[in-house]
């Protein structure tokens, strides 16, 4: 599906999705604990994504079968949770994975699983690899700047093991929010885990619990509300609601660099990797010379961000190139207009439909469907703003 946006003031209250991120959590460790059901009746049917949808139906799979096929869809997070944890309660499984996912790596988790008791074989096509093996615990060494799905997939895992397990990260921790999440997450399901200087000790043989007190609802998303951050700060009248409650998204640093923009001069995304379609948005049309770096993670996401960032306003009429690790942006007060390819990457779609209020004739986004992966609703959203936003047929 393509859309063309007509620019037009967006002017209105929206309320975000729930937090992917969180979802996934929450679904795991609940179904670990026997109250998956609790936590779905309380994902809003706006927040339950693709992804979302694509870890339901894992664990469901996971449930019904002691050698079960695991079709993680298109999300990261599903694959790089649940093959450690499959692994470590079957000795049998196979993982499918659909769209660039299947070309995403798994290094250095897979080496580490392998020199842990599984032997995994590389598939084709759909089937990302078949498993055979049961993980056991023991010590663990995962760099700190490649993923910390990675970390994640393990702290859920290795409280399954009898021996339990020591993480050593090897270098900085990049993306260290998102594991701290998954610490809140586990420690809320009754689960010890104790962080040391550079990794974790988590001890094995223990249970999940899900009590009366046990937080089953997921935060508002921070990194859905980014988009609308960034609108309202290029001068869109728009407010967010279930984005404002404390929380330990990285993301939600946002809301700061849209009220400061002199803090835009040199960003980091080395924790916020999320918000690097946004804030490239916010920066293209922020005048001045700005740079977004630590970045290079981004290259093996749905899309190579960074090329399809810098490509998609680019052909609005920006001017921002690539980098090695990042971008380089020289912000103007407006862009032209024109064709974007949203390359099959939701947040690459959401950001040109963002920019698109700055821009002086229509835009374009082709293949906008894939907002849908974290956002079923975003262009509902949009619409309800006041956003001229219509599918078209494009030969």
């Known amino acids: ?58 664990l469901d799979a996971l449930a019904a079968s002691d050698a079960p096929v695991i079709d993680c869809g298109e999300s990261g997070s599903t694959l790089r949770f649940l093959l450690p944890v499959v692994m470590t ?58 993923s910390s799905q990675y970390v994640t997939g393990l702290l859920y895992a290795l409280p399954l093991t009898a021996e339990g397990g020591t993480i050593h990260i090897t270098s900085p921790l990049e993306s260290r929010s998102y594991v701290e999440m998954s610490l809140q997450v586990l420690h809320n399901f009754g689960i010890t885990i104790t962080e040391e200087e550079a990794g974790y000790r988590i001890p094995g043989g223990q249970r999940y619990i899900a009590s009366a007190d046990t937080v089953l609802t997921p935060e508002g998303d921070w990194s859905a509300a980014a988009f609308w951050y960034v609108a309202r700060a290029l001068g869109e009248d728009v407010s967010c609601l279930d984005a404002g409650t404390p929380s330990v998204q990285g993301d939600r640093v946002i809301r700061d ?63 921002v190139k690539e980098t090695k690790d990042g971008l380089f942006i020289r912000g103007k007060r407006w862009l032209s207009g024109g064709a974007a390819d949203g390359a099959g990457d939701h947040r690459i779609v959401m950001a040109m439909a963002i920019a698109a209020c700055r821009c002086r004739a229509p835009v374009i986004i082709r293949g906008a469907q894939a907002a849908a992966k974290s956002y079923p609703d975003f262009f509902d959203a949009y619409r309800m703003l006041g956003g001229k936003a219509d599918a078209v047929h494009l030969r």
């Open 257 to 319: 660099l849209c009220r400061h923009p002199e803090a835009l001069h040199t960003v980091s995304a080395a924790d916020i990797p999320d918000l690097v379609p946004a804030l490239a948005v916010l920066m293209a049309l922020t005048p001045g010379e700005h740079r977004i770096t630590n970045a290079a993670r981004l290259r093996i996401k749905e899309s190579d961000r960074l090329a399809t960032t810098a490509a998609g306003l680019t052909a609005l009429g920006g001017d």
């Open 89 to 146: 309660l079957r000795s049998e499984a196979r993982f499918l994975g659909h769209g660039r996912l299947p070309q995403r790596p798994l290094s250095p988790l897979w080496e580490q699983m392998e020199a842990h008791g599984c032997t995994l074989q590389h598939g084709s096509g759909a089937l990302i690899c078949t498993g055979h093996g049961s993980m056991q615990g023991g010590d663990f060494y995962l760099p700190g700047n490649v």
């Open 1 to 58: 599906m393509d859309i063309r946006i007509t620019p037009a003031p967006l002017h209105g209250s929206v309320t975000v999705p729930q937090s992917k991120s969180h979802c996934h959590r929450l679904l795991l460790a609940s179904h670990l604990a026997g109250s998956q059901k609790a936590v779905e009746a309380n994902i809003r049917a706006a927040s339950c994504s693709e992804d979302i949808r694509a870890t339901k139906q894992a």
